[in-house]
């Protein structure tokens, strides 16, 4: 996994960049699997503040781009503290590659069962069977 970390408006501290390497890893747990097989993952993660002259608000903002196989995975947010955006950046993508991970299952599963219903000749799309 190819981490690239980039600070706007802001110096990436040493403590910033361990928050963010250990945050992107627990993503790297999903992404293990494709890794093993030879995929490459690539993450740019960018934090920084929205502007230098604003004092309260959401000033800071945390973007992560992460490419698997040509599968992109994207989240932003803004916040008012910058480990709390870091922390949704985090949530909102292991949602995204869970639900796209959840999704590729279901449909091999829905495929499988198909094509067992055809062999069985249950099915009335049976290329084999039908008329």
Known sequence: MQINLLGKNMEVTEAIKDYVIKRVTNLGK???GIEEKGGEVNVAFEV???TNH???GSVFHADCLINVKGEKFYSSADEED???AIDVVKDNLFREIEKNKNRKQTLFKRGAAKIKRMM???SDRNPFTSK
């Open 48 to 50: 920084g503040k929205s």
């Open 54 to 56: 604003h004092k309260s």
């Open 30 to 32: 999903l992404l293990s």
């Open 82 to 84: 910058l480990y709390r």
């Open 120 to 122: 069985k000749g249950l």
